[in-house]
């Protein structure tokens, strides 16, 4: 079965049947919704922190498709910033779809890449300090 009716309820409740028309800065990510990789793309208003729509997937074509409900244009020319995670799917649909756009990593995929190539690199210097050590050698 697919997503959960009950999001998709409860998310028209609180939208009350609004059309979206005047958004230019989203932020698009996702929320497994199952045990087994089963995610749900959200996309949110930014400005008016309000979450616009969600749906099942995040592949290429969910976002598309995502986008697409909620305004039936294939080109997003409003967009002037979109907040994502470094989702590669994510990234080559905003590319395709607003290519005006600014992409906007948010804090914690930017601190948790920055954390990676740092530990990254100290593990490289370390083994030269430990090889250096052992046989007093520098290369």
């Given amino acids: 079965m697919g997503m959960k009716a009950n999001w998709k309820e409860a998310l028209w409740e609180t939208q009350g049947g609004e059309t979206f028309t005047d958004f ?3 932020s698009l990510d996702e929320k497994a919704y199952t045990k087994g990789h089963k995610y749900a793309s959200i996309l949110i208003d930014s400005d008016k922190d309000y979450v616009m ?5 995040r ?3 969910n976002v598309k ?4 409900s909620i305004n039936s244009q ?4 409003q967009l002037e910033r979109v907040n994502i995670d470094m989702w590669k799917p994510y990234i080559n649909v905003i590319k ?14 930017y601190s948790k890449n920055y954390q990676k190539r740092l530990t990254k690199q100290g593990k490289k210097k370390w083994k030269k ?6 046989t ?4």
Wanted: proline share 2%.
């Fill in 129 to 134: 300090m430990i090889y250096y050590k052992t």
């Fill in 24 to 26: 230019k800065n989203v």
């Fill in 65 to 68: 498709a995502l986008f697409f």
């Fill in 59 to 61: 592949k290429e074509k």
């Fill in 74 to 77: 294939e080109h997003q020319a």
């Fill in 53 to 57: 729509e969600l749906i099942e997937g």
């Fill in 96 to 109: 395709e779809i607003a290519p005006q756009a600014i992409i906007v990593h948010d804090n914690f995929t």
């Fill in 136 to 139: 007093n050698t520098l290369y």
